[in-house]
């Protein structure tokens, strides 16, 4: 359960260490516990089957001891097959860090760890022996599927069933998709094997933060309809990224992916607000949405050049991002994607409206190029070249007083400054260095100001 729901921009893949807390969001800190108050009574027994570092113990173990209970923790504390997890779980005793993590809780007595494979341990169980059993053990398909036939007999008349990783209904993805996937852990932040194996059991069942649950009623199941306190009824929480392509991230929500481009930030795909936003583009899968952001980011610099670098106008249907993306800065000058063009924008520029100003690479201080490593050597040259005025000028000054103090006193004070450099009646610096200043703000501007 929990796992973190980050936001990336760069590189993509969640960075998963022991100490990092798995609870993507609180929410389904408040909806297991409330799943579980719901059934509680004084003595009650519930059952967690994949504790690892003990997140969703935490919140179980809790309410298992305001009530007298325990709570029985089944773990082989391996990790999951294929994952992070079993990595970690080869160089760190997982156990220990669980154990110590309940005794610093004050639930020691409270939980009663279990441990071994789900499947050798479940079937020395005796039915109808808990108030609720919480399944967020191996999320492939065969072995979900066995952890909820195996332990559902398990559940009393009246308790709950339930189990985290559910990103929806069957009927909310491909069911290639799901087929394709289903036995790995998780499929671009799906996991295949959870909903199969939840969606072929019940008939309908309540998904709230991805959290899936059913309530026992005899020999059959229904969903639950219980309110959470403080919390927003919601199916499934932000999905996370799945990876970076160009200035986007990429997120699977049901059917689609979506490609949000960083400069929005945060957004969530589950809203349908969000995802209408026209500088949100998707497709079927990952690489069907790269290819389609390749072709508009190429088609839009095509266009681009075509009109000599001037960028399409905002919004334009297809194009890739309506919003400038700032991608950085170098050298002072500001690195921006618009339309699929990147702009380096001098910084003395200014504020400026890409969408509403005319900017072409002939415009001063403007470089454009169709990817970021083609401006870096341009921007390099005219640091340069500006550098190279501005050591000049300070030569020329010091040569200036240099000679000045050569001359004999009256001269001094005849020439003065004004030999080299002086302003006139509107204040315009004449001279050298006047030129000077004023060649640099044509360059860097093209300021009418520098003509003083
Ligand atoms: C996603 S973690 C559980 C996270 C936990 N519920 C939380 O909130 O922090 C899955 C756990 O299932 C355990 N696991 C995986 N396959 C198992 C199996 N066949 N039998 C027992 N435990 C298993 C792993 O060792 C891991 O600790």
């Known amino acids: 359960m929990f796992k973190g729901a980050r936001w990336l921009s760069g590189s993509a893949g969640p960075l998963l260490d022991l100490k990092q807390k798995q609870m993507a969001v609180d929410e389904q800190a408040v909806i297991l516990a409330t799943l579980a108050e719901s059934v509680a009574r004084a003595g009650c027994r519930l059952l967690e089957v994949g504790s690892w570092c003990g997140d969703s113990t935490m919140v179980l173990g809790a309410v298992a ?3 007298d209970g325990h709570l029985f923790c089944i773990d082989w504390w391996k990790g999951n097959i294929g ?18 993590r309940v005794r610093e809780s004050g639930l020691e007595d409270v939980v009663i760890p279990m441990r071994g494979k789900s499947e050798d341990i479940g079937g020395i169980l005796a039915p109808g022996r808990f108030d609720l059993i919480y399944i967020d053990g191996d999320h492939r398909h065969e072995s979900a599927c066995r952890d909820v036939a195996g332990f559902s007999p398990m559940v009393r008349d009246g ?14 993805f491909d069911p290639e998709f799901l087929e394709a996937g289903k036995d790995r852990d998780c499929v671009e932040s799906v996991h295949c094997g959870v909903v199969l194996a939840v969606g ?32 927003r009824r919601k199916r499934q929480f932000s999905p996370p990224v799945i990876e970076s392509h160009a200035v986007y991230n990429l997120v699977r929500y049901g059917r689609l992916v979506y490609a949000i481009p960083h400069a929005l930030g945060p957004v969530d795909v589950t809203e349908e607000e969000t995802r209408r936003r026209p500088e949100i583009v998707s497709a079927a899968s990952v690489a069907a949405l790269r290819k389609k952001l390749d072709k508009a ?4 610099r095509d266009a681009a050049r075509a009109q000599g670098g001037a960028a399409p106008p905002p919004g334009q249907a297809g194009g890739p991002a309506a919003l400038p993306i700032k991608l950085g800065a170098f050298l002072g000058f500001n690195i921006v994607r ?7 924008l001098h910084r003395g520029l200014g504020p400026l409206d890409l969408g509403r100003q005319r900017v072409t690479p002939e415009t001063r201080g403007v470089l454009v190029a169709g990817f970021v490593g083609e401006l870096l050597l341009p921007i390099v040259r005219f640091r340069a070249g500006s550098v190279r005025r501005r050591v000049l000028g300070i030569w020329r000054q010091w ?3 240099t000679i000045r103090q050569w001359l004999p006193a009256g001269r001094q004070a005849n020439r003065g400054r004004g030999a080299f450099q002086h302003e006139d009646s509107t204040g315009a610096v004449k001279g050298p260095e006047g030129v000077q200043r004023r060649r640099l703000r044509r360059a860097v501007h093209g300021d009418p100001e520098g003509d003083r």
């Open 399 to 401: 040569k200036a007083s």
């Open 159 to 172: 308790g709950v069933l339930c189990g985290d990783d559910c990103e929806g209904r069957l009927a909310d």
């Open 338 to 344: 618009y339309q699929g063009v990147i702009y380096a």
């Open 83 to 100: 994952t992070d997890l079993e990595r970690i779980a080869e160089q760190r005793d997982v156990f220990s860090v669980f154990w110590q």
């Open 65 to 67: 001891k305001r009530h």
């Open 200 to 231: 072929q059991a019940f008939h309908d069942y309540s998904i709230d933060y991805n959290i899936w649950s059913v309530q026992r009623t005899g020999p059959g199941w229904r969903p639950l309809d219980i309110e959470f306190p403080g919390v």
């Open 297 to 300: 980011i190429a088609e839009s």
